[in-house]
């Protein structure tokens, strides 16, 4: 997973990530109207949400204040949103200063295109029917769609495959394609859900947090997948565990929601 690349010239900086949905849409202004770095960020987001490849965009604020948090700013705008963060594959920005203006350019690359990204919503939404039941509690539709995922794919061994996208075409994805459409489905299917990055002793790794019931839960469909592929076989080692009991192997330093609850009596009782 790569970090902060380099810096060149004098406000130039290429972030790259290998970070990933459902934002709602803010009311901003035109990009050649923005005068605080809030209007700013909520720009980016929205572009981000369209995604933009290339943005040109002229700001009349503070120009020190902005020299001091435009790192930061972007970060928080690329990581508004978990899916569109972990479709991001780097970005390059350059902020040019001049009397009382400014002017920012933004290039991003992307993992997932739009059209991929339509595809995947859409074929999300023709098969979680036959997945998942309204009667269903959230903790069995939860079950389900983690074990759909889990019988459906195998993890990509050739380390190429990254996205929800490539999971669905191929059936093969690495730890990010596999949190990517768990958090399409379980987001389609209305639970909230997150995308967690940390490690698994020296690996960079990337799984999901869930929302059940207003408690959080760890959730990873990549360990719950035997590799090699088994056909017809799901694990359910690390399947609704808190932080406590993730922790033995999986670490992160992040700030996300805590997963508190033992429920795993609960968790069990839905496994057969």
């Not at 997932?112 to 029917?129: A, G, N, Y």
Request: hydrophobic content about 40%.
């Amino acid at each position: 997973m790569n970090r902060l690349s380099s810096i060149m010239g004098v406000i130039i900086i290429l972030l790259t990530f290998v970070l990933g949905s459902d934002f709602s849409f803010t009311k901003v202004k035109a990009a050649s109207d923005l005068s605080t770095l809030g209007e700013l960020k909520d720009h980016v987001k929205q572009q981000l949400l369209l995604q933009k490849t290339e943005m040109n965009i002229d700001y009349s604020g503070n120009k020190d204040e902005l020299s001091a948090h435009i790192a930061s700013l972007l970060k928080e705008a690329f990581e508004a949103d978990d899916y569109t963060a972990y479709i991001v594959d780097s970005y390059l920005y350059a902020v040019h200063t001049w009397g009382g203006d400014a002017n920012i350019k933004l290039t991003v690359k992307y993992r997932e295109t739009p059209e991929q990204k339509l595809i995947v919503q859409e074929k999300v939404r023709d098969l979680l029917p036959d997945i998942i039941q309204p009667s269903m509690s959230q903790r069995e539709k939860v079950k389900a769609i983690h074990d759909w995922i889990v019988l459906h794919l195998a993890y990509d061994e050739s380390l190429q495959r990254y996205t929800a996208y490539e999971a669905l075409e191929y059936g093969q994805a690495v730890c990010q394609g596999y949190a990517l459409l768990l958090y399409r489905m379980l987001s389609s299917a209305g639970i909230e859900s997150r995308m967690i990055e940390g490690k698994v002793g020296e690996i960079s790794h990337v799984w999901n947090l869930v929302n059940i019931d207003s408690d959080w839960y760890h959730l990873d469909a990549t360990w719950d997948d035997p590799t090699p592929d088994q056909a017809g076989v799901v694990s359910y080692n690390y399947f609704l565990k808190t932080d406590a009991q993730m922790r033995i192997d999986h670490q992160w330093v992040k700030r996300y929601p805590a997963a508190v609850t033992n429920d795993s009596a609960a968790a069990a009782s839905n496994i057969s």
